[in-house]
């Protein structure tokens, strides 16, 4: 199975670890350590050294509640961040759903596009079209500022997986080839405790749908409500989701502990 995103070719027989840059003051993981260029350059380097196969730069929060930013804000937090790594030998994905922050990061030399919204603002789809970089389609249920008032569905791995599927659709009539995407359930996005627990246990029924998987849920509140421990101390508790994730198929893990989340998926792979 293998990715493509820009001029990268990204082997997915094994699982591959994506790891976190966070260039927000408020992020809800880092506590705002990150937060200036220097700093989060210098952190996307040090992942890289830790091994990461992939680095995630977002400049605007989607925790719940988060408030969201202006373009320009967004622009000028990530676009020195991917002109000053893209010289990496990984992959760069971009995390936004803005049009024109996709756009800008293409041109500064991302690879890959994560959008929480799979494209659906205007004119997204037609922008990663017309390029060859990778993308990430994510599953969310109202918006970061509404997600967590009260998610409900009848089914929620049947919504989530006909959700993907239509995006996945939308994908290949705008031109995309399936070997440009990724899909993610979109853990803790519009879901309760439950309904992240029922897409863990049911991950087999989103790979069915043929793309791979990549699943976010490195310190969320999800494993902070299962163990009790604040975003600080859920190091084992995303090692343990990692290890259940990959077990279950997820073929990219999105990750803020990348040292930790490689050496619990060399385990994995040694015993599978
Ligand atoms: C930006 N972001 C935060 N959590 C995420 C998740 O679970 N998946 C993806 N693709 N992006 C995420």
Not at 232 to 245: E, F, G, M, P
């Amino acid at each position: 199975m293998i990715f493509s995103c820009g001029s990268f070719q990204l082997d997915l027989t094994q699982p591959r670890v994506m790891g976190i840059v966070n260039v927000t003051p408020d992020s809800f993981s880092d506590g705002g350590k990150f937060n200036t260029t220097d700093a989060a350059i210098a952190h996307a380097l040090d992942l890289v050294e830790q091994g990461a196969d992939i680095l995630d730069i977002g400049g605007e929060s989607t925790r719940p509640n988060a408030t969201p930013i202006s373009l320009q804000e967004e622009l000028d937090r990530v676009i020195p961040v991917i002109e000053a790594i893209a010289k990496q030998k990984i992959p760069i994905s971009i995390d936004t759903y803005k049009p024109r922050v996709m756009q800008a990061a293409i041109q500064a030399g991302a690879n890959m596009v994560n959008d929480v919204r799979a494209l659906q603002e205007d004119g997204a789809l037609e922008i990663v079209a017309k390029s060859n970089v990778g993308v990430c389609l994510m599953h969310m249920q109202g918006t970061p500022q509404t997600m967590q008032i009260n998610p409900q569905y009848i089914d929620v791995v049947n919504e989530v997986s006909s959700f993907l599927e239509m995006r996945m659709q939308a994908c290949e009539r705008a031109g995309l080839t399936k070997n440009r995407i990724v899909i993610d359930p979109g853990f803790g996005f519009g879901k309760t405790r439950e309904h992240n627990i029922a897409l863990i246990q049911q991950l087999e029924t989103l790979n069915q749908l043929g793309q791979p998987l990549l699943v976010g849920l490195s310190r969320k509140s999800v494993l902070g409500q299962m163990t009790g421990e604040n975003v600080d101390a859920r190091l084992y508790a995303s090692i343990a989701a990692v290890v259940i994730s990959a077990m279950k198929g997820a073929k990219i893990l999105r990750v803020h502990d990348v040292k930790e989340t490689i050496e619990a998926l060399k385990v994995v792979a040694a015993i599978q």
